[in-house]
Each structure stands twice: as structure tokens, then as C-alpha cells.
């Protein structure tokens, strides 16, 4: 027989959900470490975090070579053209974007995070990223499509998206 326990004020305390509340709070514990890495992350690289979002974009763009304009990274982080010219500049300034002309059309500006930038991202992030991929590594397969459909749910869940979270099913999970 299970130990009452509180399930936190916003969850249920009823015995049937006592695993789903667990998953929750595991959920919300993961969500604050996450929180707290990317603001020592911020402070390290004195960096808001506008900032340091729209450089992960620029890196993982740059690693799919792929281009991005100033008005694709507007779109991403949802903010102003105003907004993202300050940013850019503020970014520049820093030493950690550069501003290039396209190849196949000179007035376009195309953004593009700095070597320098891309190091100190690595070398501030890369010991974490480490420590989390030898964790995901111990995963066997099935219970890693287990995990990675439920996660995914969870953020259709989260989105509002009813349709998607479907889509996060595993065949013969044994969650619904």
C-alpha cells in the first residue's frame, strides 16, 4: 500500500494517478535544472536570453548549412524587425554574429554565428551535453521510442495540439 504523499497543489491526490503525478513532477524538476543551466549559461556568456536563442538557432542552422536572414530569425524567436536589429547589432558588437551578403544576391544579408561564438557555446555547454548523452546512451531502444513518443505527447499536450499528440503513440506502448 502506497504512503500518502503530496502530489503537489495542483495535481489530483487520488491512488489512480500517483505514477502520472510522479512523471509530472519528475517533468517539472527536469524543466527548473533546465532553467537554471540555461541562465548560468547566459550569465557565463553575458548573454539575455533572446540573445543566446537566437545564437542556438544561428549554430544549428549553420550545422544543417542552411542561411538564415534576419527576417527568418524574427520569425523563429517571434519578435519584431525592430527587435531583431537591435539584437543583431547587439550580437555583432559582441563578436558573436557577423553580417554577410548572400551568395546568389548581394543586397540580401545573411547572419552567421562566429567561430569564436561557436567555441564558447561548445566549451560552456559541451561537458553538460556530455553528462546527457550518457545518459540517453544507457537507454535501450524500445524504452528510448517510449520516452521520446511520450515527451512528444507531452508537448502537444502542453501546445494545446490535440491532433499531433496522437501522433507521439508508440505502437504497443503501454501508456495510451
Known sequence: MRQPRDSGYWYP???????????????RRYRAAEVAMRRRT???MG????????LRFLLE???????????????????????????????VRSGHV???????????????????SDSEVRS???EMHKRMIEVTGDLPPADAAVISAF????????????????????????FP
Open 47 to 54: 548573454m539575455g536570453e533572446t540573445d543566446l536563442a537566437a
Open 124 to 126: 560552456t555547454m559541451g
Open 13 to 27: 491526490s487520488e491512488d489512480e494517478v500517483w505514477g502520472g503525478v510522479d512523471v509530472l513532477n519528475a517533468l
Open 151 to 174: 515527451l512528444e505527447r507531452m508537448t502537444s499536450a502542453i501546445d494545446g495540439d490535440s491532433k499531433r499528440a496522437d501522433l507521439g503513440r508508440v505502437q504497443g506502448s503501454e
Open 98 to 116: 557577423e553580417r554577410t551578403r548572400h551568395a546568389s544576391d548581394g543586397r540580401a544579408i545573411i547572419l552567421k554565428a562566429t567561430e569564436t
Open 61 to 91: 542552422a549553420q550545422a544543417r548549412d542552411r542561411s538564415v536572414s534576419p527576417k527568418q530569425l524574427a520569425v523563429h524567436l517571434g519578435i519584431s524587425s525592430a527587435s531583431t536589429t537591435t539584437l543583431v547589432d547587439r550580437l
Open 42 to 44: 547566459r550569465s557565463s
